[in-house]
């Protein structure tokens, strides 16, 4: 069975960082691309970030470019969301995902992830 468990969300002012991670139980996880959306309140599933397999290969939003980073550690079976200069937009629940799919580079469609976290909320305060 698939579980992927994230932590690290919470309450945090304009302008500053959390980091998020998500720990996965599966068979698979270092062959696989993963990726971090993030659903605010009304509106739809947002594609925030991706990497490859390796962690070689990364994909951001254009709103979270320069500010978050996705980064992963195999050996753990442990994907990160670092999130930097953070903005009350940010504000949202965050879920990690899990391509099983063994392609090379990133996934950054929501329909190529079968499996999710429950998610973590993120609010940022002004």
Known sequence: QV?????????????????????????????????WFRQSSGKDLEFVAAISWNGRDTDYADSVKGRFTISRDNARKTLFLQMSSLKPDDTA??????????????????????????GTQVIVSS
């Open 93 to 118: 629940v965050y879920y990690c995902a899990l391509d099983v799919s063994q392609k090379h580079g990133t996934s950054v469609f929501r329909e190529e992830y079968m499996y999710w976290g429950q």
């Open 3 to 35: 579980q992927l468990v994230e932590s690290g969300g919470g309450f945090v002012q304009v302008g500053g960082s959390l980091r998020l991670s998500c720990v996965v139980s599966a068979r698979t996880f270092s062959t696989n691309p993963m990726g």
